[in-house]
């Protein structure tokens, strides 16, 4: 059966002839091919320029391996510097630690030192008389309260307060000022 095309423009329906069945060739697309690049002719060098080239990429090797050498004992200092400085706090850890330890045992030791001197003050001492407690004060009379409300109530004299200021002034003298 015949296919329709709607013709855009005039908005009119137009039947193709061609069958379903038929084989539409279709018009071949060229595929620009890529430039060839242009060759570039290789540089003569000469015998002398070679020689020279290759000195001087033999003294690039010699110094780019000196610099590597440099680079690589730089770091492995730094990494030791690092390891030592770690050893070192390690060793501030343990010493601290065992000179708690060293302490501890230090103060027993001289804790049984001053016994030992106590006991020998103690022995050394046998003629002064050991110390005697102090006698207790006797036992007075209690007062009791009927006689304490007995007693008649005296007033002090009040003395006149002695002046803490300066040259003798007064507080009157002051508030004038």
């Known amino acids: 059966m015949p296919s329709k095309k709607k013709n855009e423009i005039f908005e009119t329906d137009e039947v193709d002839d061609v069958g379903e069945n038929e084989i539409v060739e279709e018009p071949a697309i060229d595929v620009p091919e890529e430039p060839v690049k242009k060759v570039r002719k290789k540089r003569v060098l000469s015998e002398e320029q070679k020689e020279r080239l290759r000195a001087q990429l033999k003294k690039g090797r010699e ?13 492995e200092m730094a990494k030791e510097k690092q390891k030592e400085a770690k050893d070192e706090e390690l060793m501030k850890h343990l010493e601290s630690k ?43 009379k209690m007062v009791t309260i009927k006689e304490e409300i007995a007693k008649p ?22 508030y004038r000022m």
């Open 63 to 75: 110094t780019s391996l000196a610099n590597r050498r440099k680079k690589k004992q730089l770091t």
């Open 98 to 140: 065992k000179l708690k330890g060293n302490l501890a045992k230090e103060n027993e030791r001289l804790k049984l030192k001053l016994k030992d001197l106590e006991s020998r003050q103690e022995r050394k001492r046998p003629d002064t008389p050991p110390k005697k407690e102090p006698e207790p004060e006797p036992i007075k």
């Open 153 to 174: 109530v005296v007033a002090k004299p009040v003395q006149p307060r002695q002046s803490l200021l300066p040259m003798g002034l007064k507080l009157s003298d002051i």
